[in-house]
């Protein structure tokens, strides 16, 4: 027996079978039963959550829009700050019920834009008296505070001057301003420019 110089050598192939070398002619086979394993790749599973937005987030979205955002994000920034809810179906149904209103209140808003519009493009010319100089010339110009003014004064209607679009007057004449009432109405009315 080769007992002083024993060498094993272990080798592992797909057979089921290991094979251990011995000094000497002696191989002693070894059979195991045959075991596979399966790697299954696994991706990592995405964690969304579907949320409100209760105000307008920098890059994010603004207020009132749902979205899916990562649940850390929501977690550890979001919901802490109170700029967003986890959507529900009644928080849903509340969010459309407001923007229907809000619809309604834009579509009231329009309609009073354009009977405003029309009481404007009706009156008329709108009389402005101004010192005069050499010819034509007036002293000063016209500003969109002296037709603000004088729509108050005839009217009865209060009026942002930032809406008025009026072109340079510094002669006499007739020019034509426009009033920005709403984003989709916007009403032309006559100015008669006449040195006193």
């Known amino acids: 027996m080769a007992s002083s110089s024993l060498s094993l050598s272990w080798s592992s192939s797909l057979c089921s079978s290991h094979t251990f070398n011995v ?8 059979s195991q039963r045959r075991s596979t394993l399966e790697v299954v790749a696994q991706k990592k599973a995405k964690k969304l959550r579907k949320v409100i937005l209760k105000e307008d987030v920098l890059d994010l979205g603004k207020q009132g829009q749902l979205l899916d955002v990562k649940a850390g994000f929501f977690r550890n920034f979001l919901l802490p700050t109170g700029k967003a809810q986890l959507m529900t179906p009644l928080l849903l149904k509340e969010m ?4 229907e209103r809000i ?4 579509q009231r ?6 009977q405003l519009a029309t009481v404007f493009e009706t009156v008329g010319a709108f009389k402005v008296k101004r010192k005069g100089g050499k010819g034509k010339q007036i002293f000063g110009s ?3 505070q002296d037709l603000v003014d004088i729509i108050k004064a005839q009217l009865q209607r209060d ?3 930032r809406l008025v679009s009026l072109p340079e007057i510094r002669e006499t004449g007739e020019y034509i301003a426009e009033l ?7 009403a032309r ?8």
Do not use: S, Y
């Open 23 to 30: 000094v000497g002619n002696e191989t002693l086979k070894v």
């Open 96 to 99: 459309k019920m407001e923007n």
């Open 103 to 106: 619809e309604a209140e834009k």
């Open 109 to 114: 808003v329009k309609e009073e834009a354009v």
């Open 142 to 144: 016209v500003t969109a």
């Open 159 to 161: 009026i942002d001057k």
């Open 180 to 186: 920005k009432l709403h984003p989709d109405v916007t």
């Open 189 to 196: 009315v006559r100015l008669n420019v006449f040195a006193n």
